[in-house]
């Protein structure tokens, strides 16, 4: 019988996880940790980290449970100036990267082209994103174009630990492992911030976490800084909220909302990994399922598109009348969540919003209703609202769990309520390899652009640039920089072409 989870609430303490067995109980945590490490403010952010995860209960089973953060490692050049679960698996790791490679032709084409100018020579780039096997690929590209990096994870759950130890491995200092909690998440960005002798001069965001640490903890570093580079729906409404308020300091690129990303890798990439994540995590049939898509953007196009074909019943929920438009275009039908919410079989949020689906729709499910989410935050979904006493959770399996309502009514909620396609399977690395070509491409040229090209506001990548990739993505001999000798390359602020 699967190990029983349930939460009870303690009036002094706050609220306390323990997992509890048919003949014993213990505690929640089981691996010991310092004085203070969980005492950061849950205010700081809760775009990408829960105070209630359970992360510590995903990790690897082959690994021991002793935190990364406690162990002493060296890779083979003697070099400790990383934190990874276990740097004996950079071997496996590097395999993973060389297959990636294969898939990724525009990315090689840049570096391949551009490796003898060197155009990011002097560049410091502070990363946190996904770190798979294709940003891998990524960060090695900016080495090889001269950058020096460091870089945290974006998401609790989506590090390869193979691959952050072939990183580690070949010097590339990477903070991050699957299963963090939430303070190891900050812990890990600050590690890569808060170095002696070393100040990043770009940034790369997936989220905007560490866009927001950097302000809240070192906003000085700013004075250096050349830009920032973000490449998600989540950070990139964090950086127009600090431009309308006056407080962006820095030129910033949104990759997000470029032609690049939002045609290919928001929708075809989720139109296949959609199908992954769920058949790994509940091994369903989709035939004959009914499903509500919470919003139609190009992340909800391709998981419409893909259940549809699949043999669904479709549902989709849309508050932006272009894109409700598009959804009846395309023989879906519209509806709001409440009259829906009874009969569906899996509900998949994609909206880049808060609180789409309440406790109030939780209650209303039926048995076996199936919960996830395709957006980068982890806030669509209210599943503190499920962190309550009357509540049972059940762990079926990594990244499983049964949330189970007195009357013996359950539903299965993936990955917490997280990324479900980055945190429970893989995602296609040819469509990566156009939207990682577009942030080195962002990061060159903000780089290397004249003082005065760029005031304090947020832009686009050029669609004319953006058109060139495909080029560069089918043609084994690339295209150089992504744009025709002599083109103007500037970029357009707030949404312009």
């Known amino acids: 019988m699967p190990n029983k989870k349930k939460y009870n609430v303690n009036g002094d303490s706050g609220m306390k996880a323990q997992i509890q067995f048919a003949d014993q109980k213990q505690e929640f945590n089981k691996r010991p940790t310092k004085i203070g490490r969980r005492s950061l403010s849950r205010s700081i952010s809760q775009s990408s980290t829960d105070s209630y995860s359970s992360a510590a209960s995903y990790t690897d089973s082959s690994d021991d449970e002793t935190s990364p953060r406690d162990k002493q490692q060296k890779n083979s050049k003697g070099s400790s100036d990383f934190c990874v679960k276990n740097i004996k698996q950079a071997e496996f790791g590097r395999r993973e990267i060389e297959i990636a490679e294969q898939e990724m032709p525009a990315l090689m084409a840049l570096r391949k082209r551009a490796q ?123 950086l127009y909220q600090l431009s309308k308020a006056g407080k962006l300091c820095v030129p910033a690129m949104n990759v997000n909302d470029s032609v690049t990303k939002q045609k290919f890798d928001n929708l075809y990439c989720c139109r296949e990994s959609i199908l992954d994540g769920l058949k790994r995590t509940t091994d369903m049939m989709f035939g004959g399922k009914q499903v509500v898509v919470c919003g139609y953007g190009e992340v909800g196009k391709g998981c419409c598109a893909a259940l549809k074909a699949m043999g669904s019943i479709v549902y989709v929920t849309e508050i932006d009348p272009i894109c409700a438009l598009q959804a009846c275009m395309d ?167």
């Open 116 to 238: 003898g100018e060197k155009p990011l020579a002097g560049a410091k780039i502070v990363g946190c994103t996904h770190i798979t096997a294709q940003t891998a690929v990524l960060m090695e590209t900016l080495g090889a174009l001269g950058a020096q990096c460091r870089w945290a994870a974006c998401n609790i759950y989506s590090t390869l630990n193979e691959v952050a130890a072939a990183l580690a491995e070949s010097g590339f200092p990477v903070f991050a492992w699957k299963g963090e909690s939430e303070d190891d998440f900050w812990w890990c960005i600050d590690r890569c911030v808060n170095v002696e002798g070393w100040q990043p001069n770009m940034i790369l965001d997936d989220g905007g976490d560490l866009t927001h640490w950097i302000y809240k903890k070192y906003p000085n570093m700013f004075k250096k800084i050349k830009g920032i580079v973000e490449e998600s729906v989540t950070g990139v409404h964090r």
């Open 331 to 497: 023989g879906f039908r519209l509806v709001k969540l409440n009259e829906v919410i009874r009969q569906v079989d899996i509900v998949i949020t994609c909206t880049g919003n808060k609180n789409v689906v309440t406790r109030e729709h939780l209650d209303r499910m039926k048995n076996s209703c199936i919960v996830c989410n395709m957006g980068h935050s982890n806030t669509e979904i209210d599943v503190a609202s499920l962190r309550t006493p009357e509540l049972t959770w059940e762990r079926v399996r990594s990244q499983v769990d049964h949330v189970i309502w007195p009357d013996g009514k359950r539903i299965v909620l993936l990955a917490e309520g997280r990324l479900l396609n980055l945190s429970c399977s893989t995602v296609p690395t040819f469509v990566l390899s156009i939207t990682a070509t577009t942030q080195a491409l962002a990061l060159i040229e903000l780089y290397n652009a004249p003082e005065g090209r760029y005031k304090q506001d947020v832009y686009l990548l050029p669609k004319k640039m953006g058109e060139h990739l495909p080029h560069a993505a089918f043609s084994p001999w690339g295209v150089g920089w992504g744009v025709a000798p002599g083109q103007d390359v500037s970029l357009s602020p707030l949404g312009g072409d």
